[in-house]
């Protein structure tokens, strides 16, 4: 019989793609979204994909009455991957209790079910933000978690808290945090793909938008930085290979292949690119020029940031495959396939 798994956060960007790799590996799918920040019709862009519509359930996490009648219902849940939470940066600065409410109550919900319904192995989305600007690059998961610049990032680091507190006492639970760095591209078939709600903060996005006309010029935040080009670094991750290494790790715990209770992984590709050099790929692989001018540096930016990406290269056996050139050209292809899709709905 096949396992299934709870999705949280499944219509989202990472949690549709990921959705797709599990249901292409043979696992059944439950998505549990509010549908704050993404769309119903992602359901359908997954079910194109794969053949397969997930079951879904439309509800708020941090309703533990809900999340508790969820669970009651749904008995055949072997893993959890907990994707569901607020992720603007800037507005976790504006509206802080949102986020702390959002982000952990969701996990505290999932945390109490998984203790009082047996279920054993989680999965949990994390970030890069937690080593803040590290001293030595690339950095690895045994780098200080430095104190956080935002609430949002906060989160994450409270999360692997609350996560690490909860499997010492339970003796019981797993679970491995993927810290990832920054998930860029969409489904090569253009069918799902990034859908930021209202302006983009990320780099990607914006380009692509202001690539197809949607915003008159992208700003480059600082050319003054202490790096080859003077712009900020980053690892640009394919979010398809980044959905693949969730599938890797619900199969190491759900085999009990992993080797303490709570595991940390770093996601990237282990290469730094520059902000200049992300346009340039994009303009190459896509033939098509993005208008730019270069502005002041964004509050809360680290330098420069890229992963060593050793310890889930070994022993997840998973590696980035997809090239920056590919990632963008699918960015840009879901960019066109959704602005025709929105004119055709209208
Ligand atoms: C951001 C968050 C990070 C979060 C991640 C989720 C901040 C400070 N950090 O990471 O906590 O986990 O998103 O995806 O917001 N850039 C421009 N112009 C733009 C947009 C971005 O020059 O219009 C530059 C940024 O300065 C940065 C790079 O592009 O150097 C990447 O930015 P972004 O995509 O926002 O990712 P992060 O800042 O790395």
Partial sequence: MKQKILVTGGTG???SHT?????????????VDNLSNSRIDVLDGIEKITGIRPEFEQFDLADQDMTDLFFKKQTDISAIIHFAAFKAVGESVEN????YRNNLFSLINLLECMTRYSTACLVFSSSCTV??????LPVNENAPVQPAISPYGNTKQVSEEIIRDTLFVSGKLRAISL????????????LIGELPIGVPNNLVPVITQTAIGIREQLKVFGSDYNTPDGSCIRDYIDVVDLAKAHVIAVKRLLEQKNRQALEFFNLGTGKGVSVFEVISTFEKATG????????????????????????????????????????????WNWEVYYRKYLEKSR
């Fill in 13 to 15: 960007y990472i949690g």
């Fill in 19 to 31: 959705t797709v790799e599990l249901q292409n590996s043979g696992y059944d799918v439950v998505i």
């Fill in 131 to 136: 080593y803040g600007q590290p001293e030595i």
């Fill in 288 to 331: 098509v020029k993005v208008n730019y001018t270069v502005t002041g540096r964004r509050a809360g930016d680290v330098e420069q940031v890229w992963a060593d990406t050793r310890l889930a290269n070994s022993e997840l056996g998973w590696k980035a495959t997809t090239s920056l050139s590919e990632t963008l050209r699918s960015a």
């Fill in 179 to 190: 810290r990832y760095f920054n998930p860029v591209g969409a489904h090569p078939s253009s």
């Fill in 96 to 99: 802080p209790l949102k986020y």
